[in-house]
């Protein structure tokens, strides 16, 4: 008994001590508690129906607070605002007469609910994704900027080089007068001034283009296109037969460049020509596209047709590869450009497609390759009524490249191949009530930094504007001074007043204006015995005028 008793005194001992026992009286507790108090339990975490992170998941009602399901009475539902509820919830609401969503207030009713079927639904976060689109378009119209502002000092360089140079021959000229007339007197005579004078004024006077001499090609009009061959000094007008009941159909009246007389008719076609092209060959072979779907060459040195290819439509447009001659191209009514090859005589070898609209290809123009930074690449630049592309040719195979022009309203394009611009004219619209030439910079971009594949594209540098009619497809003219300084001047007819407006591309100011008796309907410059003539097409006759 003395045993058991002293166990449990020891047992009595030890129990304040345990922690778990619930009489144990805390070591913080006050000294004099009555009560030993609870230890408090564990804080309940908030339900997801009232967690704004849960809301934002987009998984509970946002009246009951309750997950929907994709099933039952409280399946997934919306409203034409787009905030979706619980059906029974939403059912409930509209019918106690409250006939506005709960959230946005807008108007709703009953049978504006749509039922969802939808397993889960969560929001993507795309802001992210949306802010560097934004930043991506900020760069982008950054870049734009910066290439027109250096394609604009890059005229503007040129142009001052020009004049640089012109004062440096000015200057030397002076020098050789104050020498020669030094020797004789240490005075300047009045004839050395006036012969300062005079050599000051002839090389400050502005050369221009003079008339000399108008050729009538066909009393009853109808003349549409012109094309210029250097090797023959030939000039070839298209016209209707002047006997269409001996001769029917449509041909070309040979003109000579160094006569300036007419010469001989040569029956081409069966309907209107839309297009005439040279190439650099020897043969003075013609390469010509009508509206009988035909395109055909001829050969100068004998006036015969020597192929013939058939093209299925009226075709628009045509052009020779200057990159190889074996190649000529052809542009449809339906907006497609038929690629030939004249050791094929049979069809054409490849067709290549349009893009966007089946607008008529109303020029062609090829662009030879080139060791240029800017625009290296060789291809065919076609223009459509709606835009342009630009068919880039590697390895005989060609890649489209949508060239970015102002949507509708084009009705010409030309090139200037040395100097990498091209010509763009848009007939009078909504926005600009009168006709205007845009010169483009051509230019490219690689993709990569070990294959040659560019990205093409062109900015604007020059703006000039005419008169506010249009309503003919006149085929205007972009080409190189014959000052032969790199300046490059911009021809265009103007239908308002019966005229062809020459401007230089680096000032933009008129430099001269060339009256006809007709609308102008093609123009051409043309290199003759070193002489550089200007020709300009209405329907019945060629005027020619001489660079003096």
């Given at each position: 008994p003395e045993e058991l008793h002293i166990n449990l005194v020891a047992a009595a001992s030890d129990a304040p001590e345990r922690s778990d026992d619930p009489a144990a009286v805390n070591e913080n507790t006050a000294p004099g508690a009555d009560q030993p108090s609870k230890q408090p339990s564990p804080v309940k975490p908030v339900t997801s129906a009232a967690s704004p992170s849960d809301e934002d998941e987009g998984d509970t009602c946002a009246i009951c607070f309750e997950s929907w399901t994709n099933?039952?009475?409280?399946?997934?539902?919306?409203?034409?605002?787009?905030?979706?509820?619980?059906?029974?919830?939403?059912?409930?609401?509209?019918?106690?007469?409250?006939?506005?969503?709960?959230?946005?207030?807008?108007?709703?009713?009953?049978?504006?609910?749509?039922?969802?079927?939808?397993?889960?639904?969560?929001?993507?976060?795309?802001?992210?994704?949306?802010?560097?689109?934004?930043?991506?378009?900020?760069?982008?119209?950054?870049?734009?900027?910066?290439?027109?502002?250096?394609?604009?000092?890059?005229?503007?360089?040129?142009?001052?080089?020009?004049?640089?140079?012109?004062?440096r021959k000015l200057v030397q000229e002076l020098k050789m007068l104050i020498a020669q007339n030094g020797s004789s007197?240490?005075?300047?005579?009045?004839?050395?001034?006036?012969?300062?004078?005079?050599?000051?004024?002839?090389?400050q006077g502005q050369h221009k283009y003079n008339f000399?001499?108008?050729?009538?090609?066909?009393?009853?009009?109808?003349?549409?296109?012109?094309?210029?061959c250097e090797r023959l000094s030939c000039l070839v007008v298209s016209q209707p037969s002047a006997h269409t009941t001996l001769v029917p159909g449509c041909g070309i009246k040979k003109l000579s460049a160094a006569n300036m007389k007419s010469s001989q008719y040569v029956p081409i076609h069966s309907k209107q020509i839309r297009g005439l092209a040279f190439s650099n060959r020897s043969d003075g072979l013609l390469l010509s596209a009508a509206?009988?779907?035909?395109?055909?060459?001829?050969?100068?040195?004998?006036?015969?047709v020597v192929q013939t290819y058939n093209t299925g439509r009226p075709v628009w447009s045509c052009c020779w590869c200057t990159d190889?001659?074996?190649?000529?191209?052809?542009?449809?009514?339906?907006?497609?450009?038929?690629?030939?090859?004249?050791?094929?005589?049979?069809?054409?070898?490849?067709?290549?497609?349009?893009?966007?609209?089946?607008?008529?290809?109303?020029?062609?123009?090829?662009?030879?390759?080139?060791?240029?930074?800017?625009?290296?690449?060789g291809g065919v630049l076609a223009g459509t009524l709606e835009g342009a592309?630009?068919?880039?040719?590697?390895?005989?195979?060609?890649?489209?490249?949508?060239?970015?022009?102002?949507?509708?309203?084009?009705?010409?394009?030309?090139?200037?191949?040395?100097?990498?611009?091209?010509?763009?004219?848009?007939?009078?619209?909504?926005?600009?009530?009168?006709?205007?030439?845009?010169?483009?910079?051509?230019?490219?971009?690689?993709?990569?930094?070990?294959?040659?594949?560019?990205?093409?594209?062109?900015?604007?540098?020059?703006?000039?504007?005419?008169?506010p009619t249009c309503k003919l497809l006149t085929k205007n003219a972009i080409f190189q001074s014959p000052e032969r300084d790199g300046s490059v001047l911009v021809c265009a007819g103007d239908e308002s007043s019966s005229s062809a407006m020459l401007w230089h591309s680096g000032s933009g100011i008129l430099h001269q204006k060339l009256q006809a008796d007709q609308p102008v309907l093609d123009i051409c410059p043309m290199e003759v015995n070193q002489s550089s003539l200007l020709a300009t097409l209405t329907e019945k006759m060629v005027k020619i005028y001489r660079w003096e």
């Open positions: 099933a039952g009475q409280h399946r997934l539902s919306a409203l034409r605002c787009g905030h979706l509820f619980g059906f029974t919830c939403i059912d409930r609401w509209l019918k106690g007469g409250a006939a506005k969503c709960p959230q946005c207030n807008k108007k709703a009713k009953r049978s504006d609910i749509v039922v969802l079927y939808a397993r889960t639904l969560r929001a993507l976060d795309t802001s992210e994704q949306e802010r560097m689109r934004s930043t991506l378009e900020m760069e982008q119209s950054l870049r734009r900027k910066a290439e027109l502002e250096s394609a604009q000092c890059r005229l503007q360089v040129q142009v001052l080089t020009d004049e640089c140079g012109k004062l007197s240490s005075q300047p005579s009045s004839s050395a001034r006036a012969g300062t004078s005079s050599s000051l004024s002839s090389s000399e001499k108008a050729i009538l090609v066909n009393q009853g009009g109808n003349c549409r296109v012109m094309a210029y509206l009988d779907n035909t395109v055909k060459l001829t050969s100068l040195l004998t006036n015969t190889d001659n074996n190649y000529v191209y052809a542009g449809l009514i339906n907006g497609s450009v038929l690629v030939y090859d004249l050791r094929d005589t049979s069809q054409y070898v490849k067709e290549l497609m349009p893009l966007g609209s089946r607008c008529p290809v109303v020029s062609l123009s090829y662009v030879p390759r080139a060791a240029s930074e800017v625009f290296p690449c592309y630009f068919w880039e040719m590697s390895d005989a195979q060609y890649k489209p490249h949508l060239l970015p022009l102002e949507p509708g309203g084009c009705t010409d394009i030309q090139t200037e191949s040395s100097t990498r611009h091209c010509l763009v004219t848009y007939r009078p619209g909504k926005t600009h009530n009168y006709l205007r030439c845009v010169m483009m910079e051509l230019t490219s971009s690689r993709l990569t930094d070990t294959e040659d594949e560019y990205s093409c594209s062109c900015y604007p540098v020059q703006t000039f504007n005419a008169g």
